[in-house]
């Protein structure tokens, strides 16, 4: 399954990329054929495997991660530790934070929507939508609104949702020349569908503070407003920013909804 799971990322990332399996394979260094397999499952890679295909890529270090534990990997640690105690600090608030949005779900991201961590009702009511991927889906908030692979196939207010994510990201590209940012707003805007008038997007103000985030697969339907707070901003030069992500129910069914998901026993990815 972890090579399944790692062949299904690389593949994506290839693709978005816009590189073909010879391309790719020449510049690893390995044959076509070998990384036809490992796309296909058929090939376990070695952890450097990994982490050079993840490099030629140019997959960001956080999805590096993602890339290591797909393929049956640890994670590597941060190559830019924060001090322990400080660390301590933030998660035990961190922790309370989302433990306090039970049963509704909530994210804590960085500021290039990376998740840190999430609430056992984000993980709850998001892997009824990732399925047996969740457990290394997309690890980019906004990403996955983009990834025909994540969540996108199940938002019914895709355009809207999208559009306004973009143009925040946008508007703080613009802002702060974050080059991370302003590589995140390409990725988004090579994703298949994406309209091309989107792609001469101004850097206009964000959209509103509150955005309605609606889930359909089968007859589920659920409905959410999202809104999204900074903890720690740029005064504290040891710690990246800190955003936490807040999803409250739109309507009594989805209200309803989590609180008999929160009953039951944590899924398992």
């Known amino acids: 399954m972890g090579a399944t799971r790692f062949g299904t990322l690389l593949r994506h990332w290839r693709t978005l990329r816009g590189l073909s399996q010879l391309a790719l394979a020449t510049e690893a260094g390995i044959s076509t054929r070998h990384l036809s397999f490992l796309e ?12 050079l295909l993840a490099g030629m890529l140019g997959v960001p270090d956080t999805d ?4 290591l534990v797909c393929a049956g990997y640890a994670p590597r640690a941060s190559v830019e530790p924060v001090p322990l105690p400080q660390v301590e600090d933030v998660s035990r608030a961190l922790d309370f934070i989302l433990s306090q949005q039970e049963p509704y779900p909530a994210l804590v991201v960085d500021a290039q929507s990376n998740i840190l961590s999430m609430n056992r009702g984000a993980r709850q009511t998001f892997g009824l939508f990732y399925g047996p991927g969740a457990g290394c889906g997309p690890l980019n908030a906004s990403r996955t609104v983009f990834d025909p692979g994540g969540l996108r196939p199940y938002i019914a207010n895709w355009d ?18 974050n080059e991370q940012l302003i590589e995140l707003r390409d ?9 091309a008038r989107w792609r001469t997007l101004d ?20 409905a959410f407003l999202t ?14 920013s800190i ?6 129910p739109a309507d009594a069914a989805t209200e309803q909804f989590a609180r008999r998901l929160s009953a039951e026993p944590a899924h398992v990815a």
């Open 243 to 248: 955003r936490i992500k807040y999803f409250f």
């Open 227 to 240: 809104t999204m707070t900074s903890l720690i901003g740029a005064q504290d030069a040891t710690i990246p």
């Open 64 to 67: 590096q991660n993602a890339f």
């Open 160 to 177: 809207r949702l999208a559009r306004g994510i973009l143009r925040s990201i946008v508007h703080e590209a613009a802002a702060t020349g």
């Open 40 to 51: 296909t499952g058929r090939a376990q890679p070695s952890r450097e495997m990994v982490l």
């Open 187 to 195: 990725e988004l805007l090579a994703y298949p569908g994406v309209p």
């Open 203 to 222: 850097p206009l103000p964000p959209g509103p503070m509150l955005a309605s985030f609606h889930l359909k697969k089968g007859d589920m339907s659920l």
